[in-house]
């Protein structure tokens, strides 16, 4: 099992472009999360997802779109990259139980936009 | 709604000393609590997790943490620092949905 997967691992911006971010996971879980990690901040959470078709805002949604097409990936969109987007990204996953199962993260996609 | 706040954003440690991360939460039904680490350049690993029951709970690499209603704290200690715990720590809360809520983070640094 490869677990979570990211893809990809690094990218650099400029003000204005777009990119989508993949997360994979093979562990047939229902819920899938993407936050975004800075300094000093924990993990937010921008969207997520509780099944397939399904998406959600997070805390902090604004600027990114995601899709989650096949249960397996959860798509994450920068239509117009900014500044205030770098960051390091994470994706997780976990079983659609009440809480009290872990979430499986992904090694992450560092972001810098110029 | 609920809240992590962690307690100091780096702690430094010599090896063989006690490690304590405090993590103190609010949340309106009783939580689930969680301790994740996070090596350099790595995603987030799960330590240990409190759900219910017991309310010392032992996790991976020697760390454990105790759940106090009445403090409203979860912090998280291991007896004896190692050079491979330097990393940093994050503390989690759920209402028993399914969206977690994370601290800001702890970095801990071990001396030789």
């Known amino acids: 099992n490869a677990g979570v997967t990211q893809t990809p691992k690094f990218r650099v911006l400029k003000t204005g472009q777009s990119m989508t971010l993949l997360c994979a996971q093979d562990?047939?879980?229902?819920?899938m999360y993407w936050y975004r990690q800075d300094p000093g901040m924990g993990l937010r959470l921008i969207h997520y997802?509780?099944?397939?078709?399904?998406?959600a805002k997070g805390e902090v949604p604004d600027g990114y779109n995601v899709s989650r097409l096949k249960k397996q990936n959860f798509l994450l969109g920068l239509e117009s990259a900014a500044p205030s987007q770098t960051s390091v990204y994470f994706c997780?996953?976990?079983?659609?139980?009440?809480?009290?199962?872990?979430?499986?993260f992904g090694p992450g996609t560092r972001l810098t936009v110029l | 709604a609920q809240s992590v706040t962690q307690l100091g954003s780096h702690v430094s440690v010599s090896e063989g000393a006690l490690v304590l991360l405090r993590c103190n939460y609010s949340?309106?039904?009783?939580?689930?609590l969680f301790w994740y680490v996070q090596y350099p350049n790595q995603g987030l690993q799960l330590l240990l997790k409190?759900?219910?029951?017991?309310?010392l709970v032992k996790g991976i690499n020697g760390f454990e943490a105790e759940f106090k209603k009445s403090e409203t704290s979860f912090h998280l200690t291991k007896p004896s620092a190692h050079m491979s715990d330097a990393a940093e720590y994050f503390c989690?809360?759920?209402?028993?949905?399914?969206?977690?809520?994370f601290g800001a983070g702890t970095t801990v640094t071990v001396r030789a």
């Open positions: 997780a996953s976990t079983q659609a139980l009440a809480g009290a199962n872990e979430q499986f």
């Open positions: 562990m047939n879980h229902e819920y």
């Open positions: 997802s509780v099944g397939e078709g399904t998406t």
């Open positions: 949340s309106s039904v009783p939580p689930y």
């Open positions: 409190y759900t219910t029951g017991a309310t």
């Open positions: 989690a809360v759920s209402d028993r949905g399914y969206k977690l809520s």
